[in-house]
């Protein structure tokens, strides 16, 4: 028993300690008198029982290790608005949790807008204090500064001033929030790296491999758009590391390799795979862009392309073509399999991955059912007015409205205007929809299919037969333009 409890305590302490020793709690009592006497301080006021939260606490521990040793350091401080700091949170109008604010010597200074991960944070954080571009004044701060980070960097090496030098602070103040960048013009620095006016973009140690140079010298012209496009086709090398906060950098033709990707945990693990996805990558530079994600952050992406991770599972591959539509890998993964995939997919001879319920066998309702693979027959060629709405089983507003619209399609049976709904979190939703809650509803008339419009308006029947008795494309016969009712033809 004794033993059991010395254990459990010992296994909390050591969690605490490696998990928010960086973080500073403040409270009431303390806040403004500790707050003034710092610099920057990132502010997370929060609640113990929220969900998101919890997600940020870890990242934001990250974050705080990375940013206490920064030069100039950053302060990431938390308050419980539940506790001891519910008059702070008060007082800081605070209404959501989190709410993340940055205070300059104790003052508020702006909300924090930046991203909720690790790496964004510290970076984010670190473009708020000093200059866009730091300074190296010795060699020794030329390594420590490469050691230092987890991403490429790039820095200037400027013995004069030059057109070039001019680009690059251009530049390093236009992306300070997204890249770190560093320069310097001190003799044994540049001695050091054998340059008197060049900028390199150095790739961070535990990324290194043997397929792709560990630096890249510019060597373009002195302008910084063109400075731009070389960070922006270099700065993740031939196989980035793409995670939830930097996948929009990642652009398509995309080929991503899902597994356990975690250099802090597993980097032995996750180099073996990364390197046989580079030997592959290394063939297909500048067609085709190559990623490793970690599957675990991307589950809902890998749902998206109908991939199923088992723990045991070998990496899983999946790619998107120039126009965004969808393959999967169906082999084992292997260099072999995934050259010719990459093969394949470059020669146009995949099939495009289409994630669809099977077609309705037969369509009883009057509410037509579509799903991905009916979807031209019962929408774009179905030679109709349209009326579609996208639902998720599992969302309330939309079993509400469904009464309704049953009944709508009752009524409108007799017209040319088709009632539709899809299933969205088990179909593609074709790229002019965008459906980003539930219910979304759209109005698709039969002469403008490609350009669907979303319905705004309410949500009975009389708020739909009235928007529908005004935009029909012939007027409808059971209705007039302003959505009254017509009389019924009496018969003679
Ligand atoms: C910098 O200026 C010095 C003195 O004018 C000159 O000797 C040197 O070549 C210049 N360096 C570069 C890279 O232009």
């Known amino acids: 028993m004794l033993c059991l409890q010395v254990l459990s305590i010992l296994l909390i302490a050591t969690a605490a300690l490696a998990s928010e020793e960086d973080v500073l709690e403040l409270g009431d009592n303390d806040f403004d008198s500790r707050l003034s006497e710092i610099d920057t301080a990132l502010v997370m006021f929060y609640a113990p029982w929220c969900g998101h939260c919890k997600r940020l606490k870890p990242e934001y521990a990250k974050a705080a290790e990375d940013l206490v040793r920064n030069d100039p350091p950053v302060t990431l401080v938390k308050v419980d608005c539940t506790e001891a700091g519910k008059e702070t949170c008060n007082k800081n109008s605070v209404s959501g949790y989190p709410t993340l604010k940055i205070f300059r010597n104790g003052e508020f200074s702006q909300e924090y807008k930046g991203p909720r991960e690790a790496n964004g944070i510290a970076k984010y954080m670190k473009a708020q204090v000093g200059p866009a571009s730091k300074e190296l004044k010795s060699v020794a701060d030329l390594e420590k500064f490469l050691a230092s980070e987890k991403e490429s960097v790039v820095i200037g090496f400027f013995e004069n001033e030059s057109d070039l030098k001019a680009a690059f602070f251009k530049l390093a103040d236009k992306l300070r929030e997204k890249v770190q960048f560093a320069h310097s013009s001190y003799k044994d620095v540049l001695a050091k790296q054998g340059v008197t006016d060049a900028v390199i973009l150095f790739r961070p140690a535990h990324l290194k491999n043997k397929f792709e140079p560990s630096s890249v010298t510019y060597s373009g012209p002195a302008e910084s758009s063109d400075l731009n496009d070389f960070l922006t086709k270099n700065f993740y090398g031939l196989a980035g590391v793409r995670k939830s ?248």
């Open 245 to 492: 906060d930097n996948q929009r950098e990642f652009k398509s033709p995309l080929v991503v390799v899902y597994y356990a990707v975690d250099y802090v945990k597993n980097p032995k693990g996750t180099n073996y795979w990364r390197n046989r996805v580079l030997k592959v990558a290394e063939q297909f530079a500048g067609k085709v862009n190559f990623a490793v994600s970690p599957n675990d952050e991307f589950t809902h992406e890998l749902n998206e392309f109908g991939i199923e991770f088992a723990q045991s599972d070998k990496p899983k591959v999946a790619a998107r073509d120039a126009s965004e539509k969808k393959y999967v890998l169906k082999e084992e993964f292997s260099v072999e399999s995934l050259t010719n995939f990459v093969n394949d997919l470059l020669n146009e001879k995949l099939e495009p991955y289409i994630k669809s319920e099977p077609i309705p066998e037969n369509q009883d309702e009057p509410v037509v059912v579509a799903v991905a693979k009916n979807f031209e027959d019962v929408v774009v060629n179905n030679d109709k007015d349209t009326l579609i709405e996208f639902y998720a089983p599992w969302c309330g507003h939309c079993k509400k409205l469904a009464p309704a619209y049953d009944e709508l399609a009752e009524k409108l049976k007799g017209e040319d205007v088709a009632i539709v709904k899809m299933d969205a979190t088990a179909n593609d939703v074709p790229p002019n929809y965008d459906v980003r809650g539930f219910p979304t509803l759209y109005w698709a008339p039969k002469d403008k299919k490609n350009n669907p419009v979303r319905y705004d308006g309410g949500r009975e029947v009389d708020d739909f037969l009235k928007y529908i008795a005004k935009e029909a494309t012939n007027e409808l016969k059971g209705w007039d333009r302003s959505g009254k009712e017509k009389p019924a033809k009496t018969e003679l």
